[in-house]
C-alpha cells in the first residue's frame, strides 16, 4: 500500500515534512517485506504501531462521539435522498448500491472528517500530546508486569519534565 502511495506520489513529499502512519499492532504488520518497507531510508514514512489487539482502545475513528455522529449522519443522509426520490416521483425510490458511496461520503464529512473533533480524540486516546493514556487503562495495567509499571512511571516523568 505504501509503496503504492510512493509511486502515484499521492502524499506531497518535504525534507521537513514525512508522511505518517498509525496502524494497529497486528502481526501482519511485523512481516518481514513490511517492515523493509517502512525501516528503508528513502521511503520516508514515520510509522506507529498501536497497541495490539486493543484497536478500540486507541483507533482515533473508534471515538464514541465520531461514531455516533456518522450514524446519525448517515441516516440523515438516506432520509434526504429517500425524500428527493420521492419529491421526483422515481419509478423506485428505494436505496441502490449506487448510492452507497455518496451517502457514505456526506456522512464522513459530518463525522469523521471534522478536524477538531479528531483531534480531541486523538488526545483523549494519547497520541498528541504524547500522554500515556493507554497506560493508565485499568485493562492494560491488569496484564502489564510490576516492572513495566515502574518504566511506565519513569516515561510518564520524563515526559512531564520535557512539558514543563
Known amino acids: 500500500m505504501l509503496a503504492t502511495l510512493d509511486v502515484l506520489q499521492v502524499i506531497p513529499r518535504d525534507d521537513n515534512v514525512k508522511p505518517f ?5 497486528q502481526k501482519s504488520r511485523l512481516e518481514t517485506p513490511f517492515l ?6 528513502t521511503d520516508h514514512w514515520v510509522v506507529c504501531l498501536g497497541v495490539p489487539y486493543g484497536a478500540a482502545l486507541w483507533q482515533v475513528g473508534d471515538s464514541k462521539e ?3 455522529s456518522f450514524n446519525i449522519a448517515l441516516t440523515k443522509a438516506k432520509k434526504e435522498l429517500l425524500d428527493f426520490k420521492a419529491r421526483k416521483m422515481t419509478d423506485d425510490a428505494s436505496l441502490k448500491p449506487t448510492d452507497l458511496m455518496p451517502l457514505i461520503n456526506t456522512a464522513w464529512n459530518a463525522s469523521f472528517a471534522r478536524q477538531s473533533k479528531n483531534q480531541k480524540a486523538i488526545a483523549e486516546r ?5 500522554n500515556y493514556n493507554l497506560l493508565i487503562l485499568p485493562e492494560i495495567r491488569t496484564t502489564m508486569t510490576n516492572e513495566e509499571k515502574k518504566m511506565k512511571c519513569f516515561l510518564m516523568e520524563i515526559y512531564f519534565c520535557l512539558t514543563i
Do not use: A, F
Open 66 to 68: 465520531q461514531n455516533g
Open 126 to 130: 494519547g497520541w498528541s500530546p504524547l
Open 36 to 41: 523493509e518497507y517502512i525501516n528503508t531510508p
Open 21 to 25: 502512519l498509525l496502524i494497529d499492532g
